[in-house]
């Protein structure tokens, strides 16, 4: 097996995230779920933007979240995902490649246009999303570079891309080239609705080891397994998967891994100002650990520092240098 | 003369800005005017967009974000400015409309593109602007709502808007129908390159008692008029224009009107994160007062307090309350 290429390929949504701040009221008034994530329409998109108050535009997107954190600590990376040809797939991709990212998937020529997440952040900090999919769920097998995949020493996916159907298709596929490499393989569930949906392809992947590193948070747990307890939970899956990593909000999170069991707590925030992005850069930090050979706890730590720093201000990209933050956090500064 | 529709009605470029930190030594590096603003074209528009960090995109425009700020301070506004028919002319639209500002000027078809800046902030929180004015200076004379201008209370002009041809005929125009209306007419001088092109343009105007109410800073008053000395520079103008108010950083600002010199200090702030914005702040806090019968000193003070909230974050539109935020201060909160 050859020296990977980079440190962690990952395929994941090419979104732009609009965000604002808004009432409680808000939130019930237009029937949106409270913290979770929803796919609309163009109708329902435009509705909610209409009722939206001045917003900033931010690049998101789960996967490439994790990467722009994997990349400012220091891990090579590279990302797969679907933009248009247009000034918000402009946007996404100059920020993925300003941080160091290769992206190499030409913008698709006409509509749909760019994907992009609506975001509210209610003043608890908590952000509710609702994803107009756009371009993103037209990313074609084309696109999957299985060389790069090949080469690469972990493959990330996030279970968002699951929904639609050729991303799908593009991520089993991906999964067979990594295992075929003998490279691991990472998902994240990403929101209870996609294990609703999806949750017997999940358990199916799960116990025919495709999954080397499975990431998800508390919720998502018990809607994969159907336990409602926490450690329930975790005894039901540990087994099946080398590596589990479980966030639970401020209750900080968990790892499985080799029949024990490692935890952490929450990293101390001021002031929790926008949640978004919190699981996708706690597994910037883990995976950054992991690919470098530190240990399990440290993971977990890294994770923490990550994710705590990400929802201290509006945006899932990290804003700090997490380098330096982390150098300061473990005791190397 | 009847009640006014609006108590300000402004024209200004209609630009999103595209915001990101970077090192001192980048400005250099591309030889960029440190603090100032400089036109574009699209080369150096993709050649500065390379250089740039992964940033954010938050609507911006001087007079824009005067009216952003006027408006959540709970004056009534209109905006008079031309996006394109694009993506960043939707999130500019949106933006200016979901802060209660009154826009009514129709998207122009096919290109150029909606005008962005992009911002480069230092660690200092300076920020240094490459204006790309795309659709901005296309700025038609069937947008002017000259009905609209005669019956607002106080008709907004932005310096930068001078210096492309099609918006400075339209500006003109435009002081025709305040003035004929009865109205008065505020200018903000902008930036000293703007001086430097149309000084001329400026001191006659001022001559002829066109401006009522003059916006600058310390650097533009000195262009201006001459005098390297802030109160010669006030001592030259104070008598030839019936409200001058002038800005000078950290120092503070000041007003001359009626043979009086009203002065106010700087408001306190935490951290100076990012300084764009904080003149057009200045001019909404004191356009605030003003329109609404509060005596100078407290124009002032509204000024210092508007302006230290827009620098203490990223973008040039007001992210707190400011309504609850200037009474809090002015001891009525």
Redesign the interface.
Known sequence: MSKPSVQVIAIGNAIVD?M?PCEDELIERFGMTRGGMTLIDTDRAHEL??A????????GGSAANTL?GLAALGSSCAFIGQVAD???GE?FA???R??GIRFDVAPRAGDP??ARCLIFVTPDGQRTMNTFLGASQFLPPAALDEAAIADAEVLYLEGYLWDPEEPRAAMRRAIGAARNAGRKVAFTLSDAFVIQRHGADFRAMIETGDIDILFANHIELAALTGHDDFHAGIDALKDKVPLLVVTRSEQGAVAATGGELFEVPAEPVERVVDTTGAGDLFAAGFLHGHVNGRPVAECLRLGAICAAEVISHY?A?PEADLKALAAARLGRG
Chains 1, 2 share one sequence.
């Open positions: 609009v604002a933007y209409e939206m108050g001045p917003a900033r535009e931010i690049s722009a247009d000034q918000l946007v100059h920020d993925i300003a941080g246009p760019t945006g990209r």
